[in-house]
């Protein structure tokens, strides 16, 4: 039992696998595009931390004989359970800051495990802290700082089946600590997908997509994992839930709603009953250039609102179209794109283009053609798009190691504020980059499309210094939050609040709302063992 | 300020407005009809109540001066909130049985007064029963009999107004108290509308949908209130609560789906801000037979699967499309409908009709045919059914008057168990039926039909007397009840839980849930003023 899968062993410091990312030459080649982008005068790409080099301090904690074999104190194994994988992460990890790593990481492959671990920590007044992927860019899966108690990381990962698949309701029951390709593995024989692809897919469980309300591939229509979910189980300090299948209910607030974003402080996710997707058959798929991104977002608003979903439906601004090889740099770029496992798309494809040319869209000739089959390969601006997205995080890593700040934020708004909404959150954030860091970029791509307003994505990549990169971040962070809150907008769509969210989702959240989430906390986990400090209580 | 609306007076004792429903005439017609189909021998025509008729126990409590003008103790107003409008109020209404009337009538027309409304009942120990339309069939808005405290009922249809509306986002900010129809009065001018539809429309406010979970006229996608929800405000005894307006959010669990469905006892809401359409420009209808029940349901999952998302998929059994005028009792009737402000729907309805072929549908000559500006009459079945579900109420009322048991109940189920729960469920109520009323009818059609399962809906008639009406049908209820809870279902889809639902409500929600809500309760309403016995506590 141990954090690595399989054969291959997952970086404990940083994203991916060990083996993979940019090689040292291809690591030359980025520093020399961006010692040009940024005028820099020389980058120095830093090694890795090692885990010979870490002095973790030592574990407090003996669990008790019945669980001691689930149990590591190795330190490869609590130092990748120290942090989640985002920019300050990766910083921390160069920077071989690993003062509070968890006492020790336990490896549950049932419930009941779950259960007596959970056991354990009330009894003991232990922090027990749900760790799914460890994809977490919040913080989300790990200790505060300043707790004096000790801590157990609870790996779900030995949860990883998919146990029942019902052909009729088009549904399945999954064990919560499954990772994206194991799940679609293991539904592929059967003609199914659950569709639903976030960034981290690689490295991320369906327990943590729930309990952090991760959104995922569709551009409209089923954003956020909720929209699949049918019912759950869920272990906490007091009981266990498990609520009904059902298509749809009336009866009550939905008792899965008051789970789904609750980022493990209530309990641990076991299993959901998850809706399928059949795979997709059908496929069509366009790239669309608009003078301005703005022209784009009314195009995008239109089809939004004409009730035609598309899958995809992602605008890109001019910088970052270039970056994902999707464009020249002049114009922004949509990508639309309509998939079914029913019926040809022309007809939803003709009207969307439509829509796009009412809008100043330049609409390629051949964008109205449904293909069949056409799972495979990608080509044009979605194929670049696509592997670029995929990409990213190993080059995120590399990009940290030569002292950069590069980071993402997102957010979502209605169409009315967009506009003045999206010009301050850049103002704002380009001021303080340039400020900050003297150079960089800042750009924007839309990752979701609803009715009533998109989901915009902003991209950061600035010059740094290896002893500054938190300090800058964390002030660009401070710029770009406040505007965010400031103008209306969310902290996040779909990368949860953690512990680094909460300064601003303190102040988004109804505190009506925060009390009764504190109410419940304390119902179903009196002695506060559950990931203490994210989403409410000391910061 | 009354209870009565313009210039019309609702009834206080049953559905609908006073100079509405069957005349004396027509209740003969029905009579005969009766008569034949369940060989009863006669059928006496009840006299509703009438306020003099009623002896109301003295109101216990006196307003503040400062709330005198908004208060009522008038036998109409207090009558008129005793119950709510289900078969069972109705009965008791022409029993002439009124022993628990609210004490007075609020009629608050600012959020300000409804704040003091709470102080007042959280000050003096006053139970507060929040009152939209009245229109509930769960005993939702009536004081528990073993209330020992004085009761207000707290009526919001004062704040009745379309406050704002942002065309471009497409969402309105409305008021919690106004009526369906004046709700779509308001938006028309603009072009929009909210397009929720239940069979209650008339009768109902927004806020009573939003706090039931209220199910509209869409069978797919947009089905429950909170599909439309961008935002939300709720007076609760200690604190307000508003919500930001988001398209989306995973900022952690939404705060609106905790108040969603939680019927009055954390808080009111007062107003909303709620995702709009465009009034549809295109539709294409048509109605298709089938041999059997199950083959119509199979063709309904096929089509729920596809992706189509018809705003119609209403499938009747031949007893229930006879009933309608939609059929002649020899074979099931499938309704489809799709509707569009965009497009034109020959492709959406061509793929819906293919599906029902490949069940065995009949399928009529024209039913690929999309009709513009189609907002008027509709003819065919479809028109035939329309008449009859806007009319049912008060025909109800007018079978009640004549001893029948008459009354319907919902439920949702996935796909793979739903041909066994089915025959289940009637199997259980038609026994019911035949043991306790000796005949009579049980038939069943679909609301709305999701990917992973339909929501059947389920309507008894059946002789009774006078004196047994209550306790013949609960009866058949607790038969049906424990057949819908045995067998997987949902006690409700759209009906919401109230008092009269909590015996089955309690066996299906998790427990770990029910003290999550039961401590969220006892933080924002520590006197437990709001709605007691509700959905949570004593029964």
């Known amino acids: ?40 005068k020389g980058i120095d790409v830093r090694k890795p931390p090692t885990e010979d080099e870490l002095n973790l301090p030592e574990s407090r904690i003996k669990p008790p004989d019945s669980l001691a074999a689930l149990c590591s104190t190795k330190t490869y194994d609590r130092a990748g359970h120290t942090y989640g994988k985002s920019y300050r992460d990766i910083v921390r990890a160069f920077r071989r800051s690993y003062d509070h790593p968890p006492d020790l990481v336990a490896f549950p492959r049932t419930e009941d495990q779950i259960i007596d671990l959970l056991d354990w920590c009330s009894r003991d007044n232990i922090v027990a802290i749900p760790y799914g992927g460890g994809s977490s860019v919040v913080g989300g899966t790990e200790a505060s700082p300043n707790e004096y108690r000790p801590v157990v990381s609870i790996d779900l990962g030995g949860l990883d089946q998919v146990l029942e ?81 059902l298509p749809g209910s009336g009866a009550g607030p939905s008792p899965d709603r008051m789970f789904v974003g609750s980022e493990g402080i209530l309990g641990i996710v076991t299993e959901a ?22 022209a784009g977002a009314e195009a995008v608003r239109t089809i939004s609102q004409a009730g035609l979903f598309p899958s995809n439906c992602r605008l890109l601004d001019a910088g970052e179209a270039q970056t994902a090889g999707a464009g020249d740099g002049s114009s922004a770029v949509l990508l639309v794109a309509f998939e079914s496992a029913d019926h040809s798309l022309d007809a939803w494809m003709k009207r969307a283009v439509e829509c796009c040319r009412d809008h100043g869209g330049n609409v390629p000739d051949d964008a109205i053609k449904t293909v069949e089959k056409a799972e495979g390969a990608r080509g044009g601006a979605a194929g670049a798009w696509r592997n670029t997205f995929v990409g990213a995080p190993y080059l995120r890593d590399a990009m940290v190691a030569m002292g950069l700040v590069v980071e993402t934020f997102e957010t979502a708004i209605t169409w009315d504020r967009f506009p003045e909404f999206h010009a301050a959150v850049m103002r704002a ?37 290896a002893d500054s990169q938190l300090e800058h971040w964390a002030e660009i962070k401070q710029a770009a939050g406040e505007a965010i809150i400031a103008n209306g907008g969310t902290i996040t769509h779909h990368h949860a609040v953690g512990r680094d969210h909460r300064p601003w989702y303190d102040r988004q959240r109804p505190d009506v709302f925060a009390r009764a989430l504190t109410a419940t906390k304390r119902e179903l986990d009196p002695s506060n063992i559950l990931n203490p400090g994210v989403l409410i209580g000391e910061l």
């Open 1 to 40: 039992m141990t954090f690595s899968m399989a054969e291959r062993r997952r970086k404990f410091w940083g994203w991916g696998w060990e083996d993979e990312g940019p090689d040292a030459e291809q690591q030359g080649a980025i520093a020399d595009i961006l010692k040009q982008r940024f005028a820099m």
């Open 165 to 245: 698949i019902d052909k009729t309701s088009r549904a399945a029951r999954i064990q919560a600590g499954i990772f994206g390709p194991a799940l679609e593995d293991q539904l592929r024989p059967h003609g199914y997908t659950l569709r639903h692809f976030p960034q981290s897919f690689e490295f991320s469980t369906l327990g943590g997509w729930i309990a952090t309300r991760s959104g995922g591939h569709y551009a409209t229509l089923y954003t956020h994992i909720e929209d699949f979910l049918e019912s759950m189980r869920i272990v906490t300090p007091t009981g266990t839930v498990e609520s009904r299948r």
């Open 273 to 294: 009953w998850m809706r399928l997707q059949e795979r997709p058959r059908f496929r069509a798929s366009t790239a669309i250039t608009f003078d301005t991104f703005l």
């Open 429 to 465: 954030t380009e001021y303080a980059v340039k400020e900050i860091c003297g150079s960089g970029s800042v750009t924007c791509r839309f990752t979701h499309a609803y009715p009533d307003g998109p989901a915009p994505y902003y991209s950061v990549i600035a010059p740094s210094r």
